[in-house]
């Protein structure tokens, strides 16, 4: 079983920046294979930027040049620093971990981009 906990969402204003920050613990030894997904309502969750499970990095075209994924091993976390903010960013922020055979999410944290 995995456990994943996000934190650091929260409302700011259009160009500013937020930091995602999501924690894992339990059976999982690598952060490969962690990223993050987006729900705004009415509309579909999307991926938004991931660690594959070869370790490179994957971005929704977007937010690419805008967020970046990053990662700390040791700690077993993964962060998306977000900036340029912009109002359709709006949406719940969803941590996500696929090791290759099934999902694992967390409950979501919400980021509101609004004046």
């Known amino acids: 079983q995995v456990v994943l906990v996000e934190s650091g969402g929260g409302l700011v204003q259009p160009g500013g920046s937020l930091r995602l920050s999501c924690a894992a613990s339990?059976?999982?030894?690598?952060?490969?294979?962690m990223g993050w997904y987006r729900q705004a309502p009415g509309k579909q969750r999307e991926l938004v930027a991931q660690?594959?499970?070869?370790?490179?990095?994957n971005y929704a075209d977007s937010v690419r040049g805008r967020f970046t994924i990053s990662r700390d091993n040791a700690k077993k976390t993964v962060f998306l620093q977000m900036n340029s903010l912009k109002p359709e960013d709006t949406a719940v922020y969803y941590c996500?971990?696929?090791?290759?055979?099934?999902?694992?999410w967390g409950q979501g944290t919400q980021v509101t981009v609004s004046s």
């Open positions: 660690i594959t499970t070869a370790g490179s990095t």
């Open positions: 996500n971990f696929n090791p290759g055979w099934r999902n694992y």
């Open positions: 339990g059976n999982i030894f690598s952060t490969n294979g």
